[in-house]
């Protein structure tokens, strides 16, 4: 604010109707965009590749953004599989496995991690324990840990 008879106009102009709350703060409204299946999206994504990859047009007719029209034909284009248009989000990266070596294998990937992160833990306390002694004045003198 540069000085105080800018407040005071600003004051009288919203007073007036003159100036809106809106304009004010001058925040903008972001547009949410409806939520679309993954059969509408196979389906926009054809037509625009039909007609000669017209994003605006599919924006238009699926009241959808130009935006969302491109990156699905770009998804589409790189890969040549429709399933790149699913949306994951929320699901576990992991396929459950189709045969006995490939859940064999998952189960040893699980049971190593679960050995890792013991190791770690086990060091962290044997570290906290170092630090703990530390503070002893002499090496006989061990002071308990306590939690």
């Known amino acids: 604010m540069r000085s105080l008879s800018q407040l005071h106009q600003w004051i009288v102009r919203y007073n007036s109707g003159q100036l809106s709350v809106a304009y004010a703060t001058r925040k903008r409204a972001r547009k949410v965009g409806r939520k679309v299946t993954f059969e509408e999206k196979r389906q926009i994504t054809q037509w625009t590749i039909d007609h000669e990859y017209n994003y605006q ?39 459950t496995p189709t045969n006995e070596v490939e859940r064999l294998r998952q189960e040893v990937r699980q049971l190593k991690a679960k050995a890792k992160e013991r190791e770690v833990q086990i060091a962290f306390a044997k570290k906290l324990v170092e630090i703990h002694n530390r503070e002893v004045e002499r090496p006989d003198d061990i002071k308990r840990f306590r939690k």
């Open 57 to 95: 047009a599919a924006a238009e007719k699926f009241n959808v953004s130009y935006q969302r029209v491109y990156s699905w034909v770009r998804k589409y284009q790189r890969t040549h599989d429709w399933e790149s248009l699913q949306d994951n989000r929320g699901r576990h990266k992991g396929k």
